[in-house]
């Protein structure tokens, strides 16, 4: 390298996967890994969840462990009490998607 100096490595950017299936959150997991994403992936099983990770509050208030993320992936399939806005999940990501088993759609 010229002048002896490396470049700054970037952290991964990190993927929020609301699931609350633990079967489908491992089977997502594999795909990604399978084609060869690289990025770290935080789960959490439903909104109120997603909510905490994205604000920062109580076991996620720690930035360095618990990064905001460049991805969410929304399981469409919540029961409608751990469903989530998209408008409050896209207030903190630069894009969600929104999936179902079978299919996905992009929200944002």
């Not at 100096?5 to 952290?11: H, L």
């Amino acid at each position: 390298m010229p002048g002896g100096t490396k470049p700054e490595s970037r952290p991964a950017e990190i993927i929020l996967l609301v699931e609350d299936s633990s079967t489908d959150a491992v089977l997502i997991t594999r795909a990604f890994e399978h084609t060869g994403v690289e990025n770290p992936i935080r789960r959490v099983k439903d909104g109120e969840e997603a909510l905490g990770y994205l604000t920062g509050a109580g076991a996620f208030a720690d930035r360095k462990e618990n990064p905001l993320p460049a991805v969410i992936l929304l399981d469409l399939n919540l029961s409608p009490l751990q469903r989530i806005s998209t408008d409050d999940l896209a207030a903190h990501a630069a894009r969600v998607e929104a999936y179902s088993r079978g299919s996905a759609d992009r929200i944002a």
